[in-house]
């Protein structure tokens, strides 16, 4: 990771054309060769990019740069398009390398996998009398989160998701469709569980007599029990 604080300005050519006048700001050379220019606000999201497959060179400037007082340029341009980004150095503040090594990546509290099994250990969640008949249910096009028997010993079929949208109802719809097919199973109704659920998504489950279910990690964890309370 090469860091580096510059004033600077920075054109973007190709399917679109963009210009970054100039200031002081933070440029990033990642290991995979993108690039990215940040100012101090914006949250998170760069002014401008390139993204990976692409090379850059550090090239001198032309007389009209050295006389607008460029001291160095960087050519960055995409393996693939015509994208080229031209980043021109007035000033470096600073301009250090790092070996991040290999980043683990991001190990998300509250993700699918961890819901599923929570969920699982509490299946009253979805309602007294629920009980648990396994967890990945497999059928022709791929396994159903969690299947169970609600209180009047019916099949449900439940999908869980971090954020629940329509693709995860259309998702859960084809399960429903094969599994209902089987007269050995059906009827076979659905539950759609998320911790949070889209609008839409609720909207298209409701028309389609799925019943979402929104799920607080927190609960489900035991941290609000009131088993663990001194009180």
């Known amino acids: ?10 054109d973007y050519d190709g399917r679109l054309t963009a210009h970054l006048p100039l200031a002081t700001r ?24 390139m993204s990976p497959p692409c090379a850059m060179a550090e090239v001198e400037p032309d007389e009209s740069e050295v006389a607008d007082g460029v001291t160095a340029v ?10 080229r980004l031209r980043v021109r150095l007035h000033e470096v503040h600073s301009d250090t390398s790092h070996d991040l090594g ?39 096009i791929g396994p159903v ?6 209180a009047a010993g019916a099949t449900v079929a439940v999908e ?21 097919r089987d007269t050995h199973l059906a009827p076979v109704t659905g539950v759609f569980a998320a911790q949070q659920i889209k609008p839409q998504a609720r ?16 609960d489900l964890k035991g941290i609000d029990n009131s088993e663990h309370r001194l009180f």
């Open 145 to 150: 989160d969690i299947l169970c028997k609600d």
């Open 1 to 10: 990771m090469r860091v580096v604080i510059a004033k600077c300005s920075v």
């Open 160 to 180: 869980i998701k971090r954020r629940g949208d329509i693709d995860g109802v259309e998702q859960l719809t084809r399960y429903l469709e094969l599994m209902n």
């Open 203 to 218: 909207t298209l489950a409701e028309d389609r007599g799925i019943r979402c279910v929104v799920l607080d990690y927190d």
């Open 74 to 83: 960087w050519v960055v341009q995409h393996a693939k398009s015509e994208d």
């Open 26 to 49: 933070l440029l990033m050379v990642k290991a995979d060769g993108s690039v990215l220019i940040h100012s101090d606000g914006g949250s998170y999201k760069p002014l401008n990019w």
């Open 102 to 140: 290999v980043d683990p990546g991001l190990v998300k509290d509250g993700v699918e996998a961890h819901l599923q099994r929570l969920l699982a250990e509490h299946i009253t969640t979805l309602g007294d009398g629920y009980t648990l008949t396994r967890r990945e249910f497999m059928t022709p």
